[in-house]
């Protein structure tokens, strides 16, 4: 998400005369997108802060900005500990920023105001040359998780108009791009006028030149009927769902707002199954929520050897500040909650490690990005279920294409295959 919204970042100051470098030590503004969703990414931000202010103080000039969740979040703290930022904008302040950096010359910008229908709607984000785009269709979040505070630093929940986001897919598909991920942060949540989630999947998939569908991240309880069928329907939409679960524990799942209960989870994880065959899947948990127990957390193992997860992203609770799980505190100890991330991620290796090796000996079809490391002679793609594939170089096989490949062997991340 916050790759998209670099993009349109880029795009803005493009229109605005500015031109980007690779090269930290050259550019005369620097500006720092940055994550508020755990303590660990603001620690990072502000690593990176006290790097470039070393740059900043050889270069008093030069603009150093952040952007953002975290500009978002603690702009009063972030003003304290980084004195020498020139600007900090929030998420819906992004077309102020070149009226924001002619203005940060003595005193430093701030913009953090939340706007109810910012979309960046009529800006094509700089998007980078690849086989894959992310298109933003909605921002903000309604849901109000207990321990989240996406809807406090990216405000309500609103759509992208489907005109806009077609004309986008068009765009990138003339482009060459052949893989469009729509991205919000519950994404089947997307309605704008009459055109639910379902539809826009069929929209997107009638535009020539994109072969393959991917949205990301669905909410549970937006998984509805119609966006089941159009993934059934359209064989453009893949094979893969990110499904966050959290915990596998009903009374976690109260405690944290979720609003459906691991029972009605494994039933949508069954009718998603029954529709669609070869579903790969995949999920997000979260460890150490206050007052999760022995058994609350045996339940997420459990669940999670139930609904065998392709992969998982696990991150150990982390409270946050604004939240409605703020003023419970933390329970768990960071030592314990440490000794259940390790434990999530020892089980989460095996069973992926399982699935991918049932693969062996299959055909897929690759979808190929890049080239592999450096040396490697093999390049790496794609399958339908989002698994990293990787085959040996040919001279005929460019990024782009999609290819018939056999899988030898598997790891726990990835496929290696031969050409079939
Ligand atoms: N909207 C998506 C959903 O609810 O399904 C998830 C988006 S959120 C940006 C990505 C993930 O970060 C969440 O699914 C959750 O696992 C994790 N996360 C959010 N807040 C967290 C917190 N306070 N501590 C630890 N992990 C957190
Ligand atoms: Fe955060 Fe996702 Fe819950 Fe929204 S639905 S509050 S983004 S965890």
């Known amino acids: 998400m916050n790759i998209a919204d670099s993009q ?12 980007t470098t690779d090269n930290a030590g050259e550019a005369d503004v620097i500006l720092l997108n940055t994550c508020a969703i755990r303590e660990h990414a603001e620690e990072r931000v502000l690593g990176r802060l006290s790097d470039l202010a070393r740059l900043k103080s050889a270069h008093p000039e030069r603009k150093l900005g952040l952007l953002g969740c975290m500009a978002q979040h603690n702009r009063a703290a972030l003003m304290k500990k980084a004195p020498w930022l020139d600007l900090v ?21 701030v913009d953090v105001r939340l706007d109810r229908t910012e979309t960046y709607a009529d800006l094509s984000p700089e998007y980078e040359n690849g086989v894959r785009a992310y298109v933003t269709v909605m921002r903000g979040c309604d849901k109000f998780c207990a321990f989240c505070v996406v809807p406090y630093v990216r405000g309500r929940e609103r759509s992208v108009p489907a005109g806009d986001i ?18 919000g942060q519950t994404v089947n949540a997307y309605h704008y006028e009459q055109i639910g989630f379902g539809e826009l999947l069929r929209m997107v998939a009638a535009a020539n030149g994109v072969e393959r569908i991917r949205f990301t991240s669905p909410h549970p309880s937006d998984m509805t009927s119609d966006v089941i069928e159009a993934m059934v329907h359209e064989p453009k939409v893949q094979p893969y769902v990110h499904l966050p679960v959290q915990s596998g524990s009903d009374r976690i799942l109260t405690a944290m707002g979720r609003g459906y209960t691991t029972d009605e989870y494994l039933r949508l994880v069954e009718r998603l199954r ?3 065959p070869d579903l790969a899947l995949s999920t997000d948990i979260i460890v150490g929520f206050h007052s999760e127990d022995e058994q609350d957390f ?16 696990m991150f150990k609770y982390s409270v946050r500040e604004h939240t409605r799980a703020f ?22 290796e095996a069973i992926s490690l399982q699935l991918n090796h049932a693969l062996v000996g ?19 793609g794609k399958t339908p279920q989002f698994k990293t594939a990787l085959l040996p170089e040919a001279p005929a096989i460019r990024p782009g294409d999609t290819v018939r490949a056999r899988v030898v062997s598997a790891t726990a991340h990835s496929l290696v295959c031969t050409l079939a």
């Open 274 to 276: 029954l529709a669609i």
């Open 362 to 380: 299959r055909e897929v079809a690759v979808l190929v990005e890049r080239p592999a490391r450096r040396g490697s002679g093999m390049l790496a």
């Open 89 to 109: 904008a929030g998420p819906d302040s992004y077309r102020r920023l070149p009226e924001l950096l002619a203005n940060a010359s003595w005193d430093p910008a």
């Open 298 to 313: 045996a339940a997420t193992l459990g669940l999670m050897r139930t609904v065998g997860y392709d992969s998982a992203f």
């Open 8 to 19: 349109t970042v880029t795009a803005i100051l493009r229109r605005a005369g500015y031109i």
């Open 166 to 183: 077609l004309r986008e897919v068009h765009q990138l598909a003339a482009r060459g791009v052949k893989e469009i991920v729509l991205l």
């Open 327 to 348: 003023k419970l505190g933390d329970t768990v100890t960071d030592v314990e909650k440490s000794r259940r991330l390790a434990e999530v991620i020892a089980l989460q």
